[in-house]
């Protein structure tokens, strides 16, 4: 049989266009003792693919990867059956044979397999800890998160929003802005295409910034810095503003001074970090989740031919909450 698979071509300079990738045929033997045949359902986009284009992580003419759930339907390995729901990294293909050693278990407990892609995976898994745990979130304080529409930041948004946080969030339209407000119940939300962002933020910020949960970085930092509060907290998630820079250098940040006079704590965090509290994670999210405190949505794009586009969508604003694509 042959597997579908999307392949980097080119290493792109700047956004990536859907001529930087193609679509390949691959021939996959039957499985042999030990390995898994794994025909994936959905595969996962996220905004920290970019930088592994230009720093030569991804390899030329091989197949991108990513997170994944499938199906197992054909197996020589006795910890899978055929059946078995699984998850793993080798996304952006239809069938992926393994030796099994990448592959976990997926028990969805009544949840949307999906979820675990977003809210109940990763992505919440990031939001969840550089919340509460880098960023040390209190009940009552003052939030800010840029990115509020995205995977990450909704969730984020939403935690801050749970701890009974004035929160305050950014997007780039007005339609997701409207999302952030009547959905998810943030108190104000900043179009930042709109106006001055620095102006908009003071404007909002009116008692100040205690937590900014930066996806973003560039002007977005820049703006969040003089509004911070003393011991204000920045636990830095990603920055998107400059993944499709070369070298993904950062547009110059002209506000640290603010840093000394507020004893401002910035730190950067990636999930592994929280590894030990996984359990305590899911049982709080499954119960947001259970109890509608937490709302979701995915954006998601059908047919491995539409996997380039989800993520170059991811720089140009299509998405709302989750990027998906479904694999047929």
Request: glycine fraction near 12%; charged fraction near 20%; aromatic fraction near 10%.
């Amino acid at each position: 049989m042959f597997a579908r698979e999307v392949h980097l071509v080119d290493y792109p300079s700047g956004i990536p266009t859907e001529q930087h990738f193609a679509i390949l045929d691959n021939r996959l033997d039957d499985p042999s003792e030990g390995q898994v045949l794994v025909k994936n359902d959905f595969m996962s986009v996220d905004p920290a693919m970019r930088p592994r284009l230009s720093n030569g992580q991804q390899k030329i003419n091989t197949p991108m990867t990513g997170g994944a759930i499938g199906t197992v339907v054909a197996s020589r390995n006795a910890k899978f059956k055929e059946g078995d729901l699984v998850q793993h990294g080798s996304g952006w293909r239809d069938f992926y044979l393994s030796d099994g050693g990448d592959l976990s278990h997926l028990d969805a407990r009544g949840f949307s397999p999906t979820l675990y892609m977003h809210v109940l995976g990763t992505t919440g898994f990031t939001a969840w800890g550089g919340m509460l745990i880098t960023g040390a979130l209190k009940d009552n304080e003052n939030v800010f998160v840029s990115a509020a529409a995205g995977a990450v930041g909704s969730v984020a948004a939403q935690i801050a929003k749970i701890k009974n946080c004035y929160t305050i969030g950014s997007a780039g339209t007005d339609e997701k802005c409207k999302w952030l407000k009547e959905t998810l119940g943030l108190d104000v939300a900043i179009n930042y295409r709109h106006g001055v962002l620095r102006k908009s933020l003071k404007a909002a910020a009116v008692n100040g910034i205690d937590v900014y949960f930066d996806n973003v970085g560039g002007a977005h930092l820049d703006a969040a810095v003089p509004r911070m509060n003393v011991f204000g907290r920045i636990p830095v998630c990603g920055m998107i503003s400059s993944y499709n820079n070369y070298g993904a250098l950062s547009s110059g940040i002209t506000t640290l001074s603010n840093m000394v006079y507020q004893r401002i704590r910035m730190e950067g965090f990636v999930v592994y970090d929280f590894e030990d509290r996984r359990d305590e994670f899911l049982d709080d999210m499954r119960g947001w989740v259970k109890s509608g405190q937490m709302q979701y949505q995915e954006t998601i794009y059908n047919g491995l031919a539409e996997a380039p586009r989800a993520l170059i969508g991811l720089f140009t604003g299509e998405n709302t909450g989750k990027a998906l694509v479904k694999l047929g």
